[in-house]
């Protein structure tokens, strides 16, 4: 009997040393050094922030229900954090990342250690910096693979590559941001979109090099498609080839064939690539979508798909790039998206709400008496211009410091108007550090509103420490008579980040099952910057797995 026990227990550890995975979740440990890297881009060279020296930045690999820990190590001269774009971070609030919302920043010759987990997530995000403009060169993919043994819900591609899409200026990108704040007027738009930290031939600079795909006839490839950009919405096409769409933001997807991705920056699109033309090259294209009158790059990202066997200097097949305004691009591309509402991974879409809230989105004009105008450009939800506290909100609200916030954020725009109709009524905001509760576990709804003040334009917008279904969006003002008949509550598509349409609203349920302060906020980082931004504070709920975590040792102070 004990020999059997013996060699019960000999076998166990066999399998637990040749499979870890199956006997335990593993912890992943990566070291994040936050330095400086005179890079060469546009034919110009400047010092860049980088991670471990690489733009873009080293990509966190993981597993489903694995553990990461990061070491941050800030040896630049920037305040900075780091934030987990899409990853829920439940019960580990503390591990988020956007300063002064869930924690102070990283000091320069500071350190500071993210531990979180990948709970029930699988699919592709990112990372990047969530302080000031920093995240225009700190950023990196998140790929987190499925638990070992359990198969993609599609056929399973024969290689995997990532594909990093963001914009480079030639100047230092936080000049531009302060020279904007400074003078109240619009920042620098970018000299260039990159795809994997290449920019291809632009004017001026026709003899860099742009990123190459290479590829096997037959075969067939998963691209984890990014974008990073600070500002811009992108459309992605590679000549002669169509791509099935099979997830959005780590979300799983009914597949769909396209031959144009339309991208908003935040958002993530894993789509299959068959390589089934003739040997050759053909170009890949990253170029802008933008249907509003406001500045905007326009420079097009040259990148080239290249077959084995293609001889030196081929003729390149082209492609053709959609109008900058094609809108009904967006359209088409956004309609097609389902949740894949399987057995194995449902849509519980919230079917009764408990806090119905209705949300404008706006860009508006204050005074200020040091700009150039005597005014600056500001953006709020609800006439609100968030205003950024000097501690972060998750400290204050964790040991009850007083007067950092208030609760009073509105569910509903102060003033009705006609929100999309030419108007230069209340262009002016309010601006406070004004939050809104939710109750833990409650279900919520939100319609996002654009509007037409000083112009309309579309608006990606981001919840931190959730998904969302995206249950309807329509152009014009919201009618909440008649639109919620449209929704769909069986199989809408599951983001983190959405694009709020030019002119139109968007509408998202979630349930608030994690308790903190998150952060919701335009991903256009002019619009974040300007004010378009709030949080939720999420009540605990009952006992420790429902309710905000003691900080870690090492948080960093203010």
């Known amino acids: ?36 890297k005179n890079t060469t881009k546009l034919c110009s060279s400047k010092p860049t922030i980088t991670v471990n020296g690489k733009f873009p930045g080293p990509t966190l690999y993981a597993r489903e229900d694995d553990t990461v820990i990061v070491r941050v190590i800030n040896h630049v001269n920037h305040n900075l954090t780091i934030h987990w774009h899409g990853v829920k971070q439940l019960g580990t609030v503390w591990a988020d990342g956007p300063a002064y919302i869930t924690q102070c920043p990283i000091q320069p010759g500071q350190n500071f250690i993210y531990n979180f987990t990948f709970t029930g997530q699988r699919g592709t995000l990112l990372w990047h910096a969530h302080t000031s403009w920093l995240r225009a060169t700190l950023h990196g993919a998140i790929v987190i693979l499925p638990k070992r043994g359990t198969p993609y819900p599609f056929p399973t591609p024969d290689e995997e590559k990532t594909v990093i899409l963001a914009e480079w200026w030639k100047s230092d990108v ?69 791509l099935t769409v099979v997830e959005v933001d780590a979300s799983y997807t009914k597949p769909f064939q396209t031959d144009t991705i339309f991208i908003s920056p ?4 894993n789509a299959i690539l068959t390589a089934n033309r003739g040997i050759g090259k053909y170009l890949i294209a990253a170029s802008p979508f933008m249907d509003a009158p406001v500045g905007f790059d326009n420079l097009t990202s040259i990148a080239s798909l290249r077959y084995k066997g293609t001889p030196a200097n081929p003729k390149a097949f082209l492609t053709s790039i959609p109008p900058q305004n094609a809108t009904p691009v967006t359209n088409t591309f956004m309609d097609a998206l389902r949740s894949l509402n399987s057995k ?19 860009v508006g004009v204050n005074p200020c008496a040091t700009c150039v105008n005597g005014s600056k450009l500001v953006a709020a939800f609800n006439n609100v211009s968030f205003v950024m506290p000097t501690i972060a909100l998750l400290q204050a609200y964790y040991y009850n410091t007083k007067g950092v916030y208030t609760l009073d954020f509105p569910a509903n725009p102060p003033i009705p108007f006609n929100y999309t109709g030419n108007s230069t009524a209340n262009m002016q905001t309010t601006n406070g ?29 981001h919840l931190h420490g959730f998904n969302f279904f995206v249950v309807g969006k329509g152009i014009g ?82």
């Open 344 to 362: 194995q991974y449902p849509a519980n879409v919230p079917l009764t709400i408990d806090h119905s809230l209705f949300f404008t989105i706006a």
């Open 174 to 242: 936080e000049a531009v941001v302060n020279q904007s704040v400074q003078s109240g007027l619009p920042p620098n738009v970018s000299d260039a979109h990159t795809i994997n930290g290449h920019a291809g031939p632009v004017p001026g600079c026709s003899s860099q090099g742009g990123y190459t795909l290479h590829v096997e006839s037959g075969k067939t490839y998963l691209l984890r498609i990014i974008n990073a950009a600070l500002n811009d919405d992108l459309f992605f096409k590679i000549a002669g080839h169509n």
């Open 1 to 36: 009997m004990e020999s059997c026990r013996l060699h019960l227990r000999a076998m166990l550890l066999l399998v637990a040393l040749l499979y870890p995975a199956f006997v335990q979740s593993l912890v992943r440990h990566y070291k994040f050094s936050v330095v400086f």
């Open 433 to 461: 550090t004004r939050l809104y509760r939710l109750g833990y576990n409650s279900t919520v709804q939100i319609v996002l509103q654009g509007t037409a003040i000083i112009a309309p334009e579309s608006h990606p917008t």
């Open 477 to 558: 003002n919201f009618d909440p008579k008649k639109d919620p008949k449209t929704f769909n509550l069986v199989d809408p598509v599951e983001r983190n980040t959405i694009s709020v349409p030019t002119g139109g609203w968007t509408a998202i349920r979630f349930r608030a099952d994690n308790p903190g302060i998150w952060f919701l906020h335009c991903h256009l980082e002019v619009h974040t910057t300007w004010g378009l931004k709030m949080a939720f504070l999420v009540e605990n709920g009952k006992g420790p797995n429902e309710t905000v975590r003691p900080p870690p040792a090492d948080l960093p102070t203010c």
């Open 266 to 269: 935040g958002q993530t699109t």
